[in-house]
């Protein structure tokens, strides 16, 4: 069964020397799937599913070795290309109240990785999503739902748009002393990297059909609105929360503001002062 969390995500934190041993660039923060809603193709993915996916024993033991991995956008062939492996699972997601699992992901320092943290620098959310097998389900009414007996779990990946609408991850560190373009972010990882990490990241950019080439627009600069994740640590551990929107009854909001003879002759003279001056222009317009 899968761990419930209150919409708050707590997971171990690392220290900067243990990232940089385990060639960690950064660590995003998300949902990864919805066990109410369907997916874009419009098909629905249970809890049930998911708690059979992740008790399973061949991914039970991924996570016992290490973590799940994962690529940058989905390619044609079921397997993990380690050559392509850009981000880590460590942990089996956790449900929220929302009905959205949570988890979080390491990005590696490999050529793939290297491309990941260069767009999420710049400011862009990218998507998740998950690459498996299953039997399509169709009830009475119609609706199309993934078989929980059938589904395989192949890897979750790193996507620009993600069959999940909502799985959008976040940076949980981002970089404040970024500041170039994205187009210039790109073509100086790629100058610095030898000739098969080229090969291996011009293949990804290729997939991603992102071109370093064509100049960067002023709309290209604009990063997506941001979403608000409150991010508290106690030293050890950090934890990632996701505010809810509160419903403001402006009937209920009383202000009170007491009015001083003295702030009141100010007024006064401010006023009159102002209809002299209009007065004048209005003189001179004449």
Known sequence: MLESVNNRFQYQKLSEEEMRKRKILGTLVGPCADIINPTRNGRKYSEKLWETVFSSPLVQEQFKAGAIFGELEHPDYDTVNPEKIAIAMPEPPKKGKDGLLYGYWHILDTPCGKILKTLVDYGYKPGIS?????????????????????????????????????????????????????????????????????????????????????????????NESAVVVDVTSDGDNITISQPQEQDINLDEIKTEVTVTPEIANDIVNTVESSEADDNIDAGQEE
């Not at 009475?140 to 790193?158: F, H, I, M, R």
């Not at 059909?209 to 600069?221: H, R």
């Open 130 to 222: 998950t690459r498996g097998n299953g039997d399509i389900i169709e009830d009475y009414n119609g609706e199309e739902s993934v078989d929980p007996n059938t589904y395989q779990l192949n890897a979750l990946d790193v996507v620009l748009i993600p069959a999940v609408e909502k799985a959008r991850l976040n940076l949980v560190t981002e970089s404040l002393q970024q500041k170039k373009t994205l187009n210039e972010s790109l073509q100086e990882l790629i100058s610095k990297s030898n000739d098969d990490e080229k090969k291996t990241m011009n293949e990804a950019l290729a997939l991603l059909n992102i071109s370093i080439t064509s100049g960067d627009t002023e709309e290209d600069n604009k």
